[in-house]
């Protein structure tokens, strides 16, 4: 493989090889592209520590505990949140996350939105509005109101800074006339509609996703046959978040049912204090690979090139020319080994637009 400047230039047999300034040689470890982890909230204050305790001890999640990671939030500094998402950015390319995506979601009012918007488009193009992520306290029992906010001055403040709308769309969160509400006036603002959808129980969320052309549906947990049908007939990607399982303990998704059918597959960590407080991409590969029924190669796919199908991009996630250089070297000898030895710090080096990290 051949880079110049911030793109692969060629990939071909050794002895093709053009000449290069700079030669690397891999010594027979596997090289992949770098991570796409199309959905994360990285931009946050404090932690969950002990909901994550009690859920251990046998206590449901539910959508409810978004509310503390909120008033943590808003009684951050913007320094204090920006120093939190480096260090979280760090965390994720030392483990070989290049691309991420980013939601808000822990402000739900105009002014606390609009900075984690704006401070996520500080370090990423793939920024998401999430006003419509729970309705906060000062608007309980008045969710309607609280829609025309999100869909009013909300994302008139919000949508300079994002790229993507989204909302979460279940039982205590909201209801698919609200849902359908927040991502067509995004639509109407410009920006590309993500759902968060089947993740605490069965509901129309997916098929409203599929229905308004959505770029992906995240979660999945429970899909009904219909669900999956329609997936299948459509291009919206289904994004899996294996780590979201681990830590509230639902089942999860069959992955192999939803190959078999021809749905497009993504994996993601979706970083967050709450239900998935991990950022590796390795670790999430292999739950999917030993408890979602995907092969080795579907897992590494659905990380990379997948996670990219559900940013709607093409120059990343892949090694072929073009692309961006944002590269892997794995200390094993193939892909296999991010399943086969987990929890093991498999990432020898990265390199990012074409400069080795590190």
């Known amino acids: ?115 984690l918007v704006r401070l996520a488009a500080e370090v990423t193009p793939e920024v998401t509005f999430l006003g419509a992520h729970v309705v906060p306290a000062e608007y309980a029992d008045r969710s309607d109101e609280y829609v025309d906010l999100v869909t009013g001055p909300m994302l008139e403040a919000c949508a300079p800074h994002a790229k993507w709308i989204d909302v979460f769309c279940e039982t205590g969160a909201f209801t698919v006339p609200q849902s359908r509400r927040v991502l067509e006036a995004g639509i109407a603002r410009g920006l590309a509609p993500r759902v968060h959808a089947s993740q605490l129980g069965p509901g129309d969320g997916v098929r409203l996703a599929v229905e308004l052309g959505a770029t992906s549906v995240d979660h999945g947990t429970y899909l009904t046959d219909d669900d999956v049908a329609a997936l299948a007939a459509s291009d919206t990607v289904l994004t899996l978040l294996p780590g979201v399982e681990f830590s509230t303990r639902q089942p999860y998704p069959d992955a192999r049912r939803l190959i078999d059918a021809g749905v ?73 080994h991010l399943a086969y030895r987990p929890g093991v710090p498999l990432v020898r080096r990265v390199w990012k637009d074409g400069r080795a990290i590190g």
């Open 1 to 115: 493989m051949l880079i110049d400047g911030d793109r692969i230039a060629w990939v071909g047999a050794a002895t093709d090889a053009p000449a290069a300034d700079e030669v690397v040689d891999a010594e027979g470890r596997a090289v992949i592209p770098g991570f796409v982890d199309s959905h994360s909230h990285l931009v946050f204050a404090g932690d969950r520590a002990a909901e994550f305790e009690a859920r251990m001890a046998g206590q449901r999640y539910a959508a409810g505990g978004i509310r503390s990671t909120v008033a943590a939030t808003r009684a951050a500094t913007d320094d204090e949140l920006r120093a939190r998402l480096r260090g979280f950015l760090e965390e994720m390319l030392a483990q070989g996350t290049t691309t991420v995506e980013i939601k808000s979601g822990y402000g739900l009012s105009v002014a606390d939105e609009e900075r």
């Open 264 to 336: 497009t597959v993504a994996i993601a960590c979706d970083t967050n204090p709450g239900s998935s407080f991990t950022s590796s991409m390795p670790f999430c590969i292999a739950i999917a690979v030993r408890d979602m029924g995907m092969t080795p190669a579907e897992a590494v796919w659905a990380a990379t090139a997948g996670g990219a199908r559900a940013l709607r991009r093409d120059d990343v996630g892949v090694i072929v020319p073009g692309a961006r250089a944002d590269i892997v070297l794995l200390d094993a000898p193939t892909r296999i």
